[in-house]
């Protein structure tokens, strides 16, 4: 599936990501490039407008992320991008602004609300984080190349 997500609007809807946080974008993108990877998705987030240069930055993999140039919003590149979509039924928008939710209609695109998709991130299982590894016991192969280094082989 693909999805065109009205990015900020969404993280008005999270409950661990927040508006006011300078590093927001960057956090719902690492959580949609989570559920991007697990669910096979292609996913298409834009906000309204930030550094230049940032999109570059913040898109991976499964992810593109895309700001809004100076003078244009979100919510006028999102409508814009309907006009692109020719599968429909592959595609699913996600906002909770009615003027995109109209528009999306109009087109006859699925929709799912911000609060929904928002519930269905933070399900997600959260990332394990990565082993010291120096807590780690070195594994054989570890020890027989310390032993030879010090031995001068």
Same mark, same amino acid.
């Given at each position: ?57 913040? @898109?991976?993999? /499964? ?8 003078? /244009? @919003? ?18 699913l928008v996600v ?18 609300? @911000?609060?929904?998709?928002?519930? /269905? ?33």
């Open positions: 599936m693909k999805l065109l997500i009205d990015g900020h609007n969404l993280i008005g809807k999270m409950q661990d990501i927040h508006l006011d946080d300078p590093d927001d974008e960057a956090r719902l993108v690492a959580r949609l490039h989570r559920y991007a990877l697990a669910g096979g998705h292609q996913v298409t987030v834009i906000f309204d407008a930030g550094a230049p240069g940032e999109t570059a930055t913040l @898109s991976r993999g /499964r992810v593109e992320a895309v700001f809004a140039p100076a003078g /244009r @919003s979100a919510d006028q590149l999102i409508v814009k991008r309907f006009r692109r979509i020719r599968d429909r039924q592959a595609w906002t909770s602004d009615r003027q995109i939710l109209a528009a999306a209609s109009a087109r006859h695109l699925r929709t799912e609300s @911000s609060e929904t998709f928002a519930a /269905r991130l933070q399900a997600l299982p959260t990332e394990p984080s990565a082993p010291d590894l120096r807590q780690l016991p070195p594994s054989d192969q570890e020890v027989e190349m310390w032993l030879r280094r010090f031995r001068g082989h």
